[in-house]
């Protein structure tokens, strides 16, 4: 039975929009297949209404080995999502889907691109329903959840096809190997080069970006031919077991095992992740969350290439500007997107207690810090919008941290709770931003820590310089996702780059207008350093693709 | 103070070498720059003498932090080298290395390839000089250590350097990122990004092929902008203090730190290479040697990205052929050459019990056995050749595994000593050939474990089939640097393909003239798969380079 989705037509349909993506790869200009405003989509209503019509139900994705039902979402907006999903049983499914990987290795590195990219094309499609999805596990506003979880996710996912694709074709297929001899006749081989999968990827997904943290790992480790499987956080499963259900649905119509591709939910309080990664089966690791478990997912899973997000201090250099006010709007927007909850939020701003310079004038630390304070209240100022840039608190611990906030030391602006106008329930709450003195030991403790949520640091420190040591220390003992730097002065700007240089930090300089230095664009920035104790892998580059496969050779004597 | 090396004028050397082998890596056809055949360098009486120059010598590199002087190298041929080697005090040397790392890493990637290109050339000019000392502490042939110590081995390295060139310039050095606002300002975005290296790479060394085994690490680490320590095995110190002294001087003619590449030299019994392992300096590894070190470098090394060769058991499945006389030469040249000491060389021969077919009818397993032996002891029966192909024991640990061979099974093929006309001191032997049954428990123990050096076993199995299943546990438990494969039948041929796929290890089919099984081309073959437990890395491929350094991105408003 020729299956539905041949080659051929997905070559016709997708071919394009990878050679677009290799080239998008090569030169870093903006570019995106996936667009990112809602109203790209005609699908609003239906998406919405295929979201609400997934709650309370068992999410049946027909996988082998189910021995449960698990579940039990509650989204931070309050409402419980009541959705079941599959609990496996390893014995069964891991063997289950080992069984369809030669195949899918035997398709070739074309192929498994096409396919992939037919699953984000569906991915796509649908994207106004992953909004709702990504929107009630992680708690992000609906605009937010739709783009970082939908066209942004998708652009991450098919960067990793992409750089997974040309990995793969590094070598040719075939080659004859002809070596002169002298007058004797030549030595002369036939060479087959087939690229080879690890066995199963196992992707553990984080609560706050289902699908933008789990996109590169899943694509990546399908498109070198590795069946996947799908570990979501128990409060975010609903996203990924959508888009688990999306994979299947193209492997299968492609002629595939739909096994390939499978979820694995925890029961309450399981630990199932710590049961997989050690797993034989399993050949590739990609983690975002924690660093105690990824310190132990690379300690332990030795059986696996490991892939690793963890937590770092993010840290903002200002010693000078000539735009203060884009500054300080670029800073307050940057510390209340999503509440903070980002991977890539500042937390220290590291402010010489001397003041700095700016185009009107010196201002002290005090003024630097009540003017930022004041930046961040101004775009909060209205209920509607601080509710569509704070989403919500993605669960307590956040919370509690943010309560904590006074406790460690001068409150230069405190956190007031909004009102949600459609769930009551939910927690929005502005950020708090609290003044440390650099100097003293007890504030080290906290600013040298990462303290996940809308809390940030002012720390004063003695000048650039002691800024400087103090940025570097932070990214080589603590790791760092984004760094940021506000100068005027060439030589400021040296020194940060030279200490971005050498600690492996990504850094972003003197941003004022509508980028901000917690976001990254796929095809053009990469997303962590993979140099520094924040991640051992870079959102994407080789390393993050070249050791999911291998290069299996066949010479043959012509 | 310009550097009488400048990167135009090394451009002007070796760009068009550098293309050429980055054409032959994408091709995978034969091409080498550096000529194999002794004859082709003038320099042999000139190589000679300035090798035994060295002898009895203190070999100054003119290192800082050496804090005593080290050697003891005793040839297998039979007499001391008697060199002295600096030995490290590692708190003044590293960070003497890590001081040279920022320059070197500003240089960019062009300029190192040259650098690295410009140091290979002058090695390669002095393959003479290089053979003897390869000769003299691996005890290979002066043939083979010219050609596997020399060109082949500067191949390896040039590879290495074409892998890491073209790796680092996957993105540009600069981007200019705009992205559409609708009606608003365009967002703008001017970028760079930087290779930054990991720090220290640590080489450490073989016995067997110190310069065939060290130069991939080193190039590599070296190309992407980090520093190299070499560790040499204490009994192979000389070719490798060589190719420090050489990369010394380049990089100092260039302009450069001569401490970015330090030789450091164990005290007899120091286990210097466990110390500077964990070093927080070193960022990266490369070791060849035995498996329980690998192991420990693995699990222990975690501050750096560790790349080994380890042990592994190769086989050859006999199951028919069309040229047995050509079959059993090719086997004979492979069991033979430098007296099996290479990680390459096949160790278990699995025949059916009830014996193979050939294009002049059947032949028994116990005709197959005589018959290779015999092949053996013709290809051995001169002298003077056999001295040629074997060389020399190269350690006691050697012999004395063959020595207890005729212990482990019923002997096909006695190991027989062969005196050499130059070196009276010489342990000169030839290779035994041992049956076993595949079946019985107490042979499992020996076919199932590596016997490195000259010692082989015909075990006889109970079909084809049995001994694709026992290479298939071989492999997974063992690991295998090489599989070969003898049939005339395409289904066996696609076992033999579907069992090296699924375990990841390179195969040789039918090999019957010039090209051995242990042989690898560089360019074209891969050593090793990185995907079994004989080794986590491949001669050479994206995987081998693209963790040695990390893209540091700069981004400012535009």
Redesign the interface.
């Given at each position: 039975m020729p299956a539905d989705l041949s080659t051929v037509l997905l070559i016709e349909r997708h071919r394009g929009t990878l050679d677009k993506a290799l080239e998008a790869?090569?030169?870093?200009?903006?570019w995106s297949p996936y667009p990112e405003h809602p109203k790209a989509y005609a699908d609003a209503e239906e998406g919405r209404a295929a979201f609400e019509a997934l709650l309370g139900n068992r999410f049946d994705l027909d996988q082998p080995g189910t021995d449960e039902w698990t579940g039990g979402e509650r989204s931070p907006y309050g409402i419980e999502l009541g959705v079941e999903y599959p609990h496996p049983d390893p014995d069964v499914l891991l063997p289950a889907m080992r069984a369809g990987v030669?195949a899918w290795?035997d398709a070739g590195p074309e192929a498994r691109a096409m396919v992939c990219l037919e699953i984000l094309a569906r991915i796509n499609a649908r994207t106004h329903q992953f909004a709702h999805a990504v929107m009630h596990t992680s708690g992000q506003a609906f605009t937010m959840a739709f783009q970082a979880g939908g066209p942004h996710a998708q652009d991450r996912g098919l960067e990793a096809v992409a750089y997974a694709y040309v990995?793969q074709i590094?070598?040719?297929e075939n080659?004859?190997?002809?070596?002169?001899?002298g007058k004797r006749d030549p030595?002369s081989?036939r060479?087959t080069?087939?690229a080879?999968p690890?066995g199963i990827g196992l992707v553990i997904g984080c609560n706050t970006f289902p699908t933008w943290n789990g996109y590169p790992g899943l694509f990546a480790s399908l498109a070198t031919g590795n069946a996947v499987l799908v570990k979501p956080h128990p409060r975010a499963v609903l996203p990924l077991a959508l888009t688990v259900s999306v994979a299947r649905e193209v492997l299968a119509e492609a002629g595939y095992s739909p096994d390939l591709v499978c979820l694995a939910v925890d029961r309450p309080g399981e630990g199932l992740a710590k049961t997989l990664a050690l797993r034989p089966e399993i050949g590739i690791i990609d983690y975002t969350g924690s660093t105690a478990f990824g310190d132990w997912l690379?300690?332990n899973a030795?059986q696996a290439q490991v892939f690793t997000e963890k937590a770092g201090v993010n840290t903002v250099v200002v010693d000078s500007t000539d735009d203060y006010r884009g500054m300080l709007s670029n800073l307050a927007f940057s510390l209340s997107l999503y509440s903070g909850q980002m991977c890539t939020t500042p937390q220290n701003l590291l402010i010489p207690r001397d003041g700095i310079t700016t185009e009107s004038g010196p201002r002290t630390y005090d003024e630097v810090v009540a003017d930022l304070a004041a930046a961040v209240d101004g775009l909060l100022g209205d209920d509607a919008r601080a509710n569509a840039l704070l989403g919500a608190l993605v669960n307590p611990e956040v919370k509690e941290r943010l309560d904590a906030a006074p406790g460690i030391g001068e409150v230069a602006l405190a956190s007031r709770a909004v009102a949600h106008p459609d769930f009551p329930d939910a927690v929005v709450r502005t950020p708090a931003l609290v003044k440390l003195d650099g100097a003293k030991p007890d504030a080290e403790a906290a600013y040298m820590s990462e303290c996940f949520g809308p809390v940030s640091f002012a720390v004063a420190v003695d000048s650039t310089a002691d800024a400087l040591e103090l940025l570097r220390r932070t990214v080589r003992e603590k790791g760092a996702m984004t760094v940021g730097g506000y100068t005027t002065s060439a030589e400021v700007e040296r020194g940060l780059?030279?200490v971005?240089?050498?600690e492996?930090?990504?850094?972003?300089?003197?941003?004022?207008?509508?980028?901000y230095v917690n976001q990254t664009?796929a095809f053009?920035?990469?997303h962590g350093?993979?140099?520094n104790p924040a991640a051992n892998a870079?959102l994407c580059?080789?390393?993050f693709v070249?050791?999911r496969f291998?290069?299996?050779?066949?010479?043959?004597?012509a």
């Open positions: 790869v090569r030169t870093r200009e903006f030669a290795r990995e590094r070598v040719p080659a004859e190997w002809i070596k002169p001899q030595l081989l060479k080069f087939t080879v690890r690379e300690a030795r780059e030279e971005c240089w050498e492996c930090a990504q850094l972003s300089l003197n941003l004022t207008g509508g980028v664009a053009s920035d990469f350093s993979g140099g870079a580059d080789g390393a070249a050791t291998r290069m299996v050779e066949v010479r043959r004597q």
